[in-house]
């Protein structure tokens, strides 16, 4: 069955950096664009990146970008997102998803499986 799985979070200062990983499994991980995605209490979930199958093409949401980067590594069924110059409004649970098809999106509903999220704190 498909698996995702994110690592990496954790307690940062404003101003720091962090690098967090998804580890795919039970399908044929290049078949696949994948996203990132948070969530922040009270809040909807927000898009935050995403990347076709082939890293060919990336999205971002207007609050990320110039700050964090999305890669995959298709060797290694893994999927990054390299978050740097964080702030509080980034403390949030970030979650992993996988497209349904080999596409990026930016809408959350063109996903069908979710990782479990790992959270994301950081202090002014």
């Known amino acids: 069955q498909v698996q995702l799985v994110e690592s990496g979070g954790g307690l940062v200062q404003a101003g720091g950096s962090l690098r967090l990983s998804c580890a795919a499994s039970g399908y044929t991980f290049n078949s696949n664009g994948m996203g990132w995605f948070r969530q922040a209490p009270g809040k909807d979930r927000e898009f935050v990146a995403a990347?076709?199958?082939?890293?060919?093409?990336?999205y971002y949401g207007d609050s990320v970008k110039g700050r964090f980067t999305i890669s995959r590594d298709n060797a290694k069924n893994t999927v990054a997102l390299q978050m740097n110059s964080l702030q509080p409004e980034d403390t949030a649970v970030y979650y992993c998803?996988?497209?349904?098809?080999?596409?990026?999106?930016?809408?959350?509903?063109?996903?069908?499986?979710w990782g479990q999220g790992t959270q994301v704190t950081v202090s002014s």
């Open positions: 998803a996988r497209s349904r098809s080999a596409l990026a999106f930016r809408n959350r509903n063109n996903y069908d499986y």
């Open positions: 990347i076709s199958w082939n890293g060919g093409t990336t």
